[in-house]
């Protein structure tokens, strides 16, 4: 028996009668992290892992009906045994773990492999059949170590510095920001956030996710010379907007998987690209799929018929769900659609 | 290698002229002579022929990565270039590789040319394991001849004259040549490049032209001339003919003939040769090589023409003009294009398609550099020089005259039925300049606009380099019935991708992406939805295509959001512009 279809809704557990990051209003949905498009407004009912819970409230609303679960920890529903495993993708993430008649199945969500200190890392699971995210499904996605990559943004900083200009990183605001300002050198120099950015801060903060002192960008006067010493952490919407202005002459630069090509890279028009993402690269979602053992795995969101057709001809039974999940981080950057 | 792939990730992070300045200083001031010399090669276009055949390189990545082919091409159409596609594949390795760029080419590239494909198996491989990411990416571009940055050879001219404290006019004029694929770039070339300068640098010319002085886009409304330009008196008027600029170099008792790409093209146009004992040595002339009707013992004499030259001057109404030209005999560029690229010239085609020169511009008389000399001095003195050459296979492009700007542009309306791409406007009084410099006067290319039609986005197929993983190459078709007929269906006739901005180009390939029918390899077909008014140079017609019309430079002009699929133009309105 099938413990998870597509529907119109979403994605949905028959025997439970409940919804994995529905897209449509539903009376129980399960949600596998606080991103926007696995965790929508309106749902009568949700359910997350309990790390999740303060990016939850302050995305969706203080007073949401929301029930916890630990890691790790089972709850039984209609006969469905479930629970939440972390998927290192962002702080609360989570993948699900579902058992029913001695079937297991796992949704994953958006995962990452790579430990990076501000959520808890993936953890593989055994099951027989496995819903994995595509988002960087093609070879060509192979991710150098983050050590690597800090010190880069590291050295851009710096040098910046020595020019007496502004260093701007473009980042998403949830997950990645927090995990570039956990990964930073804060020996530097002072750090500034966009307004999008410190809400987030702080709830990892309360996390206790070491996070470093920051300052409201905003709070700053055109010409400050402390400007010129500074990071700037902002989302890729602030760019080009009014609110750049009072950086004067700044160097930019992109944190986001899609970095990894010159194409991407130039077509965003920032001086650097720095090659970060919350999600897995090519090895890292092979490797998780190897893991958990699993002989039938689902493929959603991003590379799916490549992804699909590479799994099959490794001897696995891989097919394709529609799913309307995107990728939140880099909406505004071209890539394959869901739809593929 | 490894410093020469790190001033290309220089170059390729900024968009901005200084930063890429500072860069390519900061590269010439520590590199070998060697390699310096190469660098200047690939920066300024150099382009060697293909090393090692592209689909043989395709193969050794793919077993080197170890995944099957459709995998690998998936990840070239995602990329958007094969060499970026191959550096992103093949397993990193830790760099280990100290040779300069100049022994990698030496010893290690250039020797792979016509090696058998079991040799080129043995040795690629290992050389791809010599490098870090950046460094193959680079590397595996020059094996391709695709490597590519966005410099232009006027900024190498300036790095090297920063470096130097020379004239970067100076260091331009020796660059001259400097690509042509019989130049092997070398330590004692780069020397010379960059060399202080010696009292018998002239003497030491040879064959060598002069940088090519390029013309400005003017984009103005008629009625601004006036106000931009001051009268047409003080401008030298000829028309922008669609042929090859080309320099004629007449020195030692020989002649070179380069095209505005510094390529020496002597060999292509043998006939040219005849005008070698009718020029004196010390003779440059700069001209356009168009395509002549007849072969010219089937021409009017060299007086008549001159006399027609002559003539022009002080005709001003269309008819008139159109009917000299017609005795000029210039052909459409297409036929010249037939000799282009053509390696052996049989006797019909050198029949067929006979060449000539219109001259516009002396750059050397009597073996002294004119270029200072003011245009309309350069131009009487150019008027005499072919006078007493006497060949038809070299005329002065006429000049036209008009009392006001008003009449020219009127005049100028007759520039598609001549074939030419409208006007060029030379300040009387501008020296012969370097490259697209302002400095030293001015010349401006008035183009005429471009023939529209709108047509609807059948086939999209992803792009290359910028555009890698974007639906921005795109297939155009018209209708082949008139609106309302029965049946009728749209017929593919050109092919464009650029004239969008980004963010229009995104939308489009959102839209694309939606309304996708098939799939054939990169190229989607889809629902028709889309109109684009579609700009074009010039329209013939062609047996190759579906559609029985082959367009020139198609581009889009407009996104028509406004016109549903339905009103987009037929092949009859297309082929009304054929004439």
């Known amino acids: 028996m099938d413990l998870v279809i597509a529907r119109p809704e979403g994605l949905y557990c028959p025997p439970g009668d409940f919804y994995i990051d529905p897209w449509r209003p539903v009376d129980r949905a399960v949600i596998t992290h606080a991103h926007g498009d696995h965790a929508r407004w309106g749902m009568k009912h949700y359910l997350a892992a309990a790390p999740g819970e303060g990016i939850l409230r302050s995305r969706i609303g203080a007073d949401m009906p929301l029930q916890t679960l630990p890691y790790g920890e089972r709850i039984v529903h209609h006969g469905v045994t479930l629970s939440f495993h972390p998927a290192g993708h962002v702080l609360g993430s989570a993948q699900v773990r ?39 499904g093609l070879p060509i996605y192979t991710w150098q170590p983050q050590a690597e990559i800090f010190a880069g943004i590291n050295e851009w900083w710096r040098a910046n510095q020595a020019q007496g ?172 659609g869901a739809s593929v | 290698m490894k410093a020469f792939a790190e001033l290309y990730a220089r170059l390729d992070a900024t968009t901005s002229s200084n930063a890429k300045l500072a860069a390519l200083v900061d590269y010439f001031s520590a590199a070998e002579p060697a390699d310096a010399a190469w660098a200047v090669y690939f920066l300024s276009g150099g382009r060697p022929r293909q090393l090692v055949p592209t689909r043989l390189m395709r193969e050794l990545a793919m077993d080197a990565a170890n995944l099957p082919e459709w995998l690998f091409e998936e990840s070239y159409q995602a990329v958007g270039d094969l060499a970026e596609t191959v550096s992103l594949l093949v397993p990193t390795a830790e760099h280990s590789s100290n040779d300069g760029l100049a022994q990698w080419m030496e ?67 020796r660059l001259v040549g400097y690509t042509d694929l019989s130049n092997r770039p070398d330590a004692s070339a780069y020397e010379r490049l960059v060399a202080q300068e010696s009292a018998d640098e002239h003497a030491q010319r040879g064959g060598q032209p002069y940088p090519f002085f390029l013309a400005h886009p003017l984009q103005l409304p ?112 297409a036929l010249l294009q037939q000799r282009i690229g053509r390696k052996t010239l049989s006797k019909k085609i050198l029949q067929d398609v006979p060449v000539a020169v219109l001259g516009y511009d002396l750059l050397e008389w009597e073996g002294r550099d004119w ?58 009084d501008a020296l012969y300049g370097v490259g697209r410099t302002k400095d030293m006067g001015v010349w401006w290319k008035w183009k005429i606009d471009p023939f529209s039609v709108d047509a609807v986005l059948i086939y999209a197929q992803r792009g290359h380099g910028r555009r890698a993983s974007l639906y921005s190459d795109y297939t155009f078709a018209v209708w082949d019935g008139p609106p309302g007929a029965k049946e009728r269906t749209l017929v593919p006739f050109a092919k464009a991708y650029s004239g969008l901005t980004d963010e229009e180009m995104r939308k489009v390939d959102a839209i694309v992406r939606k309304t996708t029918v098939e799939k054939f390899g990169p190229v989607r077909s889809v629902t028709p939805t889309l109109v684009f008014e579609l700009g074009f140079e010039g329209i013939a017609l062609s047996k190759r295509h579906k559609s029985g019309i082959a367009v020139r430079f198609p581009r889009m002009l407009r996104w028509r959001q406004d016109k549903p699929v339905e009103e987009a133009d037929t092949l009859a309105n297309l082929q009304d512009l054929l004439q």
């Open chain 2, 222 to 333: 008629v009625e601004q001339f006036e106000q931009t330009l001051g009268p047409p008196s003080a401008w030298q008027v000829e028309w922008k003919w669609d042929g090859i600029r080309a320099q004629l170099v007449k020195r030692d008792g020989r002649l070179w003939v380069w095209s505005r790409g510094e390529e020496l093209i002597s060999e292509r146009f043998p006939e040219l040769d005849e005008l070698a004992p009718r020029l004196l040595d010390g003779t440059v002339i700069d001209g356009e090589l168009v395509v002549w009707k007849h072969a010219p013992d089937a021409t009017a004499s060299q007086a008549d023409l001159m006399q027609d030259a002559a003539e022009l001057d002080s005709q001003t109404l269309n008819e008139q003009v159109e009917g000299e030209l017609e005795r000029f005999g210039i052909q459409p560029f």
């Open chain 1, 98 to 136: 579902l058992e029913y008649e001695g079937e297991v199945w796992v949704a994953s969500g958006d995962y990452k492999v790579e430990p990076d200190g501000t959520c808890a890392p993936f953890e593989p699971v055994r099951c027989h059949t496995f819903i994995t995210e595509s988002t960087f």
């Open chain 2, 107 to 173: 010893e290690k590239l250039l020797p792979l040319r016509g090696e058998p494909p079991e040799v080129l198996a043995d040795r690629l491989p290992p050389l791809w394991r010599q490098l870090d990411r950046q460094s193959l990416m680079v590397c595996l571009k020059l094996i391709t001849g695709a490597f590519r940055v966005g410099v232009s050879k006027l900024l190498v001219t300036r790095a090297l004259a920063t470096m130097t404290g020379l004239d970067a006019k100076r260091i331009a004029q």
């Open chain 1, 165 to 336: 200009r502004a260093s701007v990183l473009f980042s998403y605001a949830f997950g990645k920001a927090q995990r570039i300002l956990h990964g930073i050198d804060d020996g530097i120099g002072p750090i500034l956030v966009h307004g999008a950015v410190e809400p987030l801060n702080r709830v990892y903060r309360e996390a206790g996710i070491r996070i470093p002192e920051t300052h409201y960008a905003g709070d700053f006067k055109k010409n400050d010379p402390m400007l010129r010493e500074a990071l700037i952490v902002a989302p890729p919407s602030a760019g080009g907007s009014t609110w750049m202005r009072r950086f004067g002459d700044y160097s930019d630069a992109f944190a986001s998987g899609w970095m990894m090509l010159r194409g991407t890279r130039r077509r965003r028009g920032v001086d650097r690209g720095f090659v970060l993402s919350d999600h897995a690269d090519w090895p890292g979602l092979l490797w998780a799929i190897e893991q958990t053992g699993a002989e039938r795995v689902m493929v959603t969101h991003g590379s799916v018929a490549i992804l699909v057709r590479y799994l099959r001809e490794q001897g696995l039974d891989a097919q394709g769900f529609t799913t309307e999940y995107g990728d939140e981080e880099e909406a505004d950057l071209v890539k394959e």
């Open chain 2, 371 to 428: 270029r200072s000399h003011p245009q309309h001095e350069r131009r009487a003195q150019l008027e005499a020089v072919i006078t007493a050459c006497a060949s038809p296979r070299l005329m002065p492009s006429p000049k036209l005259t008009a009392n006001t700007w008003a009449e020219l542009a009127e005049q100028r309306e007759a520039s598609r039925s001549l074939g030419v791409e409208g006007m060029m406007l030379k300040a009387r």
